[in-house]
T-cell receptor, first 117, second 110 residues
Framework: GAGVSQSPSNKVTEKGKDVELRCDPISGHTALYWYRQSLGQGLEFLIYFQGNSAPDKSGLPSDRFSAERTGGSVSTLTIQRTQQEDSAVYLC???????????????FGDGTRLSIL | GQSLEQPSEVTAVEGAIVQINCTYQTSGFYGLSWYQQHDGGAPTFLSYNALDGLEETGRFSSFLSRSDSYGYLLLQELQMKDSASYFCAVYNQAGTALIFGKGTTLSVSS
């Protein structure tokens, strides 16, 4: 597709379960980002990928959170032993390269709305 | 670290002009970005100012003053479809990720 695709769009799970969220970036975009947005809040940075490596994972809130990217394309964000405070919208974005020096905008997917019961 | 301040809510009527201010603190500055997000939707890029001054793109303009650590988004000829949340953002010190403000909810009424 032409845009960033995320799946599932909605996920409801019980506390303590593991979840996997998927992001399919725009073809050719080397930079990929995961953000989290709680209700009525701004976007909170989680992790940045350049190709398959993650030079900045400083935003991951705990060791229950991990992410990987394979083939320089699809990325998965995994949350283990989910807690109620993990409930949020998880947004993925991609750009041609890390924007700061090149003014490449980030293109966002519609997000995965995660609800932990 | 980085932090941004912007008003939480702004209301206006169709056809009016509204300005959304953003002040920031950052340990390394690359530029100020603005994103729009309609309720339940994906944030979309509006503008990026790396240098001082005004950038105009149709009905939307964005301004930056690096000496004042301040910028604003100006929306003219408001339309109902402009009702959305608007986020200012700056890059982290490494230049690898955006740090967003909490967003300004704009409500446009007829």
């Amino acid at each position: 597709g032409a845009g960033v695709s995320q799946s599932p769009s909605n996920k409801v799970t019980e506390k303590g379960k593991d979840v996997e969220l998927r992001c399919d970036p725009i073809s050719g975009h080397t930079a990929l980002y995961w953000y989290r947005q709680s209700l009525g809040q701004g976007l909170e940075f989680l992790i940045y990928f350049q190709g398959n490596s993650a030079p900045d994972k400083s935003g991951l809130p705990s060791d229950r959170f991990s992410a990987e990217r394979t083939g320089g394309s699809v990325s998965t964000l995994t949350i283990q032993r989910t807690q109620q405070e993990d409930s949020a919208v998880y947004l993925c974005a991609s750009s041609l390269e890390a924007q700061a020096r090149s003014n490449q905008p980030q293109h966002f997917g519609d997000g995965t709305r995660l609800s932990i019961l | 670290g980085q932090s941004l301040e912007q008003p939480s809510e702004v209301t206006a009527v169709e056809g009016a002009i509204v300005q959304i201010n953003c002040t920031y603190q950052t340990s390394g500055f690359y530029g100020l970005s603005w994103y729009q997000q309609h309720d339940g939707g994906a944030p979309t890029f509006l503008s990026y100012n790396a240098l001082d001054g005004l950038e105009e793109t149709g009905r939307f303009s964005s301004f930056l003053s690096r000496s004042d650590s301040y910028g604003y988004l100006l929306l003219q000829e408001l339309q109902m479809k402009d009702s959305a949340s608007y986020f200012c953002a700056v890059y982290n010190q490494a230049g690898t990720a955006l740090i967003f403000g909490k967003g300004t909810t704009l409500s446009v009424s007829s």
